[in-house]
């Protein structure tokens, strides 16, 4: 084939961003680079001789259902890159770092919510990629039920949530081949018990409380990159 056959894809990517009040590094890192992150990944695919045929973000913003209420997730489209580059920008720099109450989030549902996006299933390669910032541990599935804003249709359980990201047995939500799942969460129960079980899955550990002040932008396209 030669050193100049290069592989195309489709990717579709959907940003978990837990926006309670300790996330403001993130959420500023996501904020600054929003307009120039489809040119940052073409070029560090150009590197792996990959190519990105179509690129698509959809943003996911959670919190807390008791504490938070209405604003405890709210959720995006996917925006068609880079046509809708200031779209997204616009979307990204409406989140504000609020809220909370308790340390555990509903970073579980949040997940869900994504796991069941309206995934590309054109082209012959694509990948399905989630990629979860938080700073905090998850409440378990279903601890919000109560409020009148939780979701009618969600995963009533992490067993259920496991069968929605589905296994090389089991078809779930997600295309098993292009499926990626990349965690910037810390080593704690919810999280540890994904990266420990799940197939697919990248987990960085952060420091719980600590607002991910660690991670930076380099990073990030980094680990997205090297998913591709």
Same mark, same amino acid.
């Given at each position: 084939?030669?050193?100049?056959?290069?592989?195309?894809?489709?990717?579709?990517?959907?940003?978990?961003?837990?926006?309670?009040?300790?996330?403001? $590094?993130?959420?500023?890192?996501?904020?600054?680079?929003?307009?120039?992150?489809?040119?940052?990944?073409?070029?560090?695919?150009?590197? *792996?001789?990959?190519?990105?045929?179509?690129?698509?973000?959809?943003?996911?913003?959670?919190?807390?259902?008791?504490?938070?209420?209405?604003?405890?997730?709210?959720?995006?489209?996917?925006? $068609?890159?880079?046509?809708?580059?200031? *779209?997204?920008?616009?979307?990204? $720099?409406?989140?504000?770092?609020?809220?909370?109450?308790?340390?555990?989030?509903?970073?579980?549902?949040?997940?869900?919510?994504?796991?069941?996006?309206?995934?590309?299933?054109?082209?012959?390669?694509?990948? =399905?990629?989630?990629?979860?910032?938080?700073?905090?541990?998850?409440?378990?599935?279903?601890?919000?039920?109560?409020?009148?804003?939780?979701?009618?249709?969600?995963?009533?359980?992490? $067993?259920?949530?496991?069968?929605?990201?589905?296994? =090389?047995?089991?078809?779930?939500?997600?295309?098993?081949?292009? *499926?990626?799942?990349?965690?910037?969460?810390?080593? =704690?129960?919810?999280?540890?018990?994904?990266?420990?079980?799940?197939?697919?899955?990248?987990?960085?550990?952060?420091?719980?409380?600590?607002?991910?002040?660690?991670?930076?932008?380099?990073?990030?396209?980094?680990?997205?990159?090297?998913?591709?």
């Amino acid at each position: 084939m030669g050193s100049n056959y290069k592989i195309t894809y489709n990717v579709d990517l959907v940003f978990c961003i837990d926006a309670t009040a300790s996330m403001d $590094n993130v959420i500023n890192i996501v904020k600054r680079n929003a307009i120039n992150f489809y040119s940052d990944v073409i070029a560090a695919m150009e590197k *792996k001789h990959k190519v990105i045929n179509r690129m698509r973000i959809r943003v996911i913003a959670f919190r807390d259902y008791i504490a938070d209420k209405e604003n405890a997730m709210l959720s995006t489209r996917f925006f $068609n890159l880079p046509e809708e580059n200031d *779209k997204l920008k616009k979307t990204v $720099n409406s989140i504000v770092a609020f809220g909370g109450g308790d340390e555990p989030e509903d970073g579980l549902e949040a997940l869900a919510y994504a796991m069941r996006s309206d995934w590309d299933t054109e082209g012959m390669k694509r990948r =399905q990629v989630i990629v979860v910032w938080s700073d905090a541990a998850t409440h378990p599935l279903g601890f919000g039920a109560s409020m009148p804003n939780y979701p009618k249709n969600m995963a009533k359980n992490f $067993n259920e949530l496991t069968a929605w990201w589905g296994s =090389q047995q089991s078809a779930g939500y997600m295309d098993y081949h292009a *499926k990626r799942l990349i965690l910037f969460t810390p080593d =704690q129960e919810g999280w540890s018990t994904i990266s420990d079980n799940w197939e697919n899955v990248i987990h960085f550990p952060s420091e719980a409380g600590n607002g991910l002040n660690d991670v930076n932008y380099e990073q990030i396209i980094d680990s997205i990159a090297n998913t591709i």
